[in-house]
């Protein structure tokens, strides 16, 4: 088992805590490091998947699991969440949806130097839109999840999850 | 061609205990709902969303119908939304087109490819059970009972007359009566969800 290995957080992690609090529906679109996690949450009979074709609908699905009294999960990547903008305005904001995106941070690096714009702008565009939001690397930092859904559920607000092992974890 | 305010009437009676999205139907829905607690108008949070947050509704609330009154400007902007509905296959999701050809609210300038568009077959393609065009209003009466009788998705594209808006936003008739927060909470409320 190599480093990466060590450190990584885990897909069984992240369904744990998917499960921990409360989520009936994933409305998701997959990046390239999600599948493993997928045939997990495929497998498990608590969680229905709701797969979207452009993340910016993922919002006014959530918005509507919501108010009919379902807790759902947005996981899409940062590429996405950028795309986004107008519908997590208008559908997660405006309507005040307690909802936790875990969000895969492509191109994130731990030393801050990374070549990918889409990390440049991942962090600023959640400050511009007001967002609070954690970063989870490895299985140690998984209570940030619980804390993410939580400060949702108390805000009446989005929370995103950054997953800044995306590289790594999902995968196997 | 039929007006809206006549398809919303023609639908009226049939609505029973479904949960309404009235999208761009809100104006006209107003005047005709007797569930005003199971109305959801959220106005326009952000275009092309409203057959998202119909489908989440009808995800969420399987015990309930839930009827979209969707318009052609907002579809066109999510196509790809058809394609989770029909994935999903709601049997509760009965989404209607308010389909005018244009953007009413911005002048009247025309969608693209306005007369040339096959809603319903768009809609079949991306894998709707059922799926029905209409542009006169005896012929949408008429099947309306087979249509909100069957279980859904079912999907139903209706050719309006334009009624294009051209005052200043500010000097419309604004007929929303609550807020959107109350909406939600009144709608909350009427299911019997906890806050």
């Known amino acids: 088992m190599n480093d990466a290995a060590v450190v990584a957080l885990s897909p069984e992690t992240v369904l744990g805590e998917m499960k921990k609090n409360g989520v009936t529906h994933v409305v998701w679109l997959p990046d390239s490091e999600t599948n493993w996690l997928y045939l997990l949450m495929k497998a498990e009979l608590s969680l229905r998947l709701v797969g979207v074709s452009r993340e910016g609908h993922a919002c006014s699905i959530a918005a509507g699991l919501s108010a009919g009294g379902a807790k759902p999960l947005i996981l899409i990547q940062n590429t996405g969440m950028l795309e986004s903008g107008d519908s997590l305005r208008g559908w997660l904001l405006g309507l005040n949806v307690p909802v936790v995106l875990m969000v895969g941070y492509r191109g994130w690096t731990r030393h801050g130097i990374n070549q990918d714009s889409a990390a440049t702008y991942t962090e600023r565009f959640l400050m511009a839109f007001g967002i609070n939001y954690y970063l989870v690397e490895s299985d140690a930092d998984a209570p940030r999840v619980t804390i993410a859904f939580e400060e949702a559920e108390r805000t009446r607000r989005p929370v995103v999850v950054l997953v800044g092992d995306e590289y790594h974890g999902f995968n196997r | ?195």
């Not at chain 2, 326009?44 to 318009?71: C, E, N, Q, T, W």
């Open chain 2, 1 to 195: 061609m039929m007006h809206t305010a006549d398809m919303l009437k023609a639908i009226a009676p049939y609505r029973e205990e479904a949960i309404v999205v009235p999208g761009r139907g809100g104006r006209y829905w107003i005047d005709l709902t007797t569930r005003q607690n199971l109305d959801v108008p959220v106005g326009d949070p952000a275009m092309g969303g409203h057959a998202g947050f119909a489908l989440g509704l009808a995800l969420a609330r399987p015990d309930k119908k839930v009827i979209l009154f969707d318009s052609e400007g907002d579809i066109l902007m999510s196509l790809g939304m058809l394609v989770t509905i029909a994935e999903q296959q709601p049997a509760n999701f009965y989404h209607f087109l308010i389909d005018n050809g244009c953007y009413a609210t911005t002048g009247g300038q025309p969608v693209p490819n306005a007369d040339q568009v096959a809603y319903d077959v768009i809609a079949r393609g991306a894998g709707y059970p059922r799926a029905f065009a209409f542009s006169e209003l005896d012929q949408f009466s008429a099947n309306l009972p087979d249509i909100l009788n069957k279980p859904g998705p079912v999907f139903v594209a209706a050719k309006v007359v334009p009624e294009i808006e051209n005052a200043p936003i500010g000097r419309r008739r604004r007929w929303q009566t609550r807020a959107r927060d109350q909406v939600i909470k009144d709608l909350r409320k009427e299911l019997g969800i906890e806050e």
